[in-house]
């Protein structure tokens, strides 16, 4: 969390009616499959509102998915400004020690410009080809993949592209993207500390895996809604926002899915255009909504494979809450959604906190998956139970290593390591344990249930983390443990 908190105002201030946010909450909070996180609020460039569900909070940095890709397209915008990069160049002329191998004449023809606006000539995503084509340099994977159409004449939503956006960004500035933005953007929005996830190559992946917290996407937000100025001064090349809110390639059915409404208004330079106004997004409801007709900004971070319905619920109470003056006589409205704000909280998972038939055959007894293996990622070898004089400690085994999950007396159980995790849940009857574990740095819970009678467990994400990583890595990158 920035040390340098935003500005902030009573929303009937800054004309944002607050029973549209208790609206918003309410049916967010509904959704059987929408799990809320974090919300922020801007208007007219303070914040009206903002709140997070415990035990998610403001300071902890996020896995954004691919909201990455707009502070990808970011550092490319700040690379062309300084001369290094050329949005109308061959991506080839970046990368001479390909050109042999890279023979097809519309890989050779792609531009810089067509990977930024998802336009590379493919009709699908290629990052499995382009990373099983070659391991250890993507670029030259994706490259050897000749698109389907001419490059700049077709969308499709494509991993590599931004891949190797990114990629040029970082070979012609020579720093990785965190270094390369620090003193351009973070440092002079006031962003904190941030972590991007790396491939075997050593890059930045760009594409997806950066962890910032909420208020850093907010920020980023406001930027764009300003035409890259912040605190009077210009970050961001005059225009820029407008280029990257445009849409370049038509998108419209290009998902195949005529119900996901904001996904066919088209895409710009890495990102989305909505319904109203435009965004950045990523997987499982990690949002940055800019708003420029009502002056806002609204940055999310949430855990559902339900996007399109949490846009709908934004749409249909948040956008309507912005009114065009000043509203009168709200103070006591105000204060209680300051109050509401305040104490959210997403409800545990119920449990008690011991066996009711106390220790018994609970403490030391191992688990095994149900049916062979776990349901989905992680393939957890064994899960092992424990009785200690602080209480219990359920063992998640996946590949010989163990992550040691404490289990409380009622609430969420809150640690920092091995890797931050939230954890609650406990004895459902004498035969049955169920462990609710969060990993906060991401959008990821995993229900672990044991079966004393069977001597077996059962395993499921709620959102399956899509990097791959074992349990122990599911943080942001450089943390200790």
């Known amino acids: 969390m920035s ?17 549209g946010v208790h609206a918003f909450l309410d049916a967010v909070e509904a959704a059987p499959d929408i799990e809320p996180h974090g919300l922020m609020v801007l208007r007219h460039g303070r914040l009206a509102a903002a709140g997070w569900w415990a035990p998610y909070t403001p300071g902890r940095p996020r896995l954004l998915y691919s909201l990455s890709k707009s502070f990808t397209g970011t550092a490319a915008a700040l690379a062309e400004a300084e001369g290094l990069l050329d949005f ?7 990368f001479p020690e390909f050109a042999a191998d890279v023979t097809d004449p519309r890989s050779r023809a792609m531009r810089v410009r067509d990977v930024a606006c998802m336009a590379s000539g493919h009709l699908r995503d290629t990052v499995e080809e382009a990373y099983a084509r070659d391991p250890e340099e993507p670029v030259r994977g994706f490259l050897l993949l000749p698109p ?42 006031g962003v904190g500390e941030v972590a991007w996830l790396r491939d075997r190559s050593g890059r930045e992946i760009g594409f997806s895996g950066l962890h910032a917290t909420t208020d850093a996407v907010a920020r980023l937000g406001q930027l764009y809604l300003r ?7 210009r970050l961001l090349p005059e225009g820029w926002p407008a280029r990257a809110a445009r849409p370049h390639v038509p998108t419209a059915g290009a998902l195949g899915d ?48 339900r996007m399109q319905e949490y846009l709908n619920l934004v749409w249909r109470h948040l956008l309507p ?55 989905g990622r992680p393939d957890l070898e064994a899960v092992t139970v424990a009785a200690g004089p602080d209480g219990w400690t359920v063992t998640l085994t996946e590949d010989g290593h163990g992550l040691a999950l404490r ?8 640690a920092e390591q091995p890797l931050p995790t939230a954890v609650s849940g406990g004895w459902t009857d004498a035969r049955t344990l169920v462990v609710d574990a969060r990993f906060l740095e991401t959008p990821h819970r995993l229900t672990v249930t044991c079966s004393l ?28 443990g």
């Open 258 to 305: 005529a119900d996901r409404q904001d996904w066919d208004r088209g895409y710009g330079y890495q990102f989305w255009m909505s319904r109203h106004g435009y965004r950045g997004d990523g997987a499982y409801g990690q949002f940055c909504l800019v708003l420029p007709e009502q002056d806002a900004v609204i940055a999310a971070t949430a855990a559902t494979e």
């Open 227 to 233: 035409d890259g100025v912040w605190d009077g001064g």
């Open 148 to 189: 389907d159409r001419d490059p700049g004449t077709v969308f499709a939503y494509n991993q590599p592209a931004t891949y190797t956006l990114a990629a040029i960004v970082q070979r012609v500035t020579g720093q990785p993207l965190t270094a390369y933005l620090r003193p351009r953007l973070l440092d002079p929005l």
């Open 407 to 414: 289990l409380g007396r009622g609430g969420w159980t809150v």
């Open 88 to 94: 109308d160049a061959p991506v080839l002329s970046y």
């Open 453 to 480: 009678a069977e001597g077996t467990f059962r395993a499921r994400w709620h959102t399956r983390p899509l990097h791959g990583a074992p349990l122990r890595l599911l943080r942001a990158p450089g943390g200790s």
């Open 321 to 375: 809450a912005f009114r065009p003056a000043p509203l009168t006589g709200r103070a006591s409205a105000d204060a209680s959604l300051r109050e509401r704000l305040a104490g959210l909280a997403l409800p545990p998972a119920a449990g008690a906190p011991g066996p009711p038939d106390g220790a018994g055959t609970w403490s030391g007894a191992r688990f095994t998956p149900h049916g062979g293996r776990c349901d």
């Open 3 to 19: 040390d340098r908190p935003l500005p902030a105002a009573a929303p009937a201030d800054l004309g944002v009616d607050s029973s």
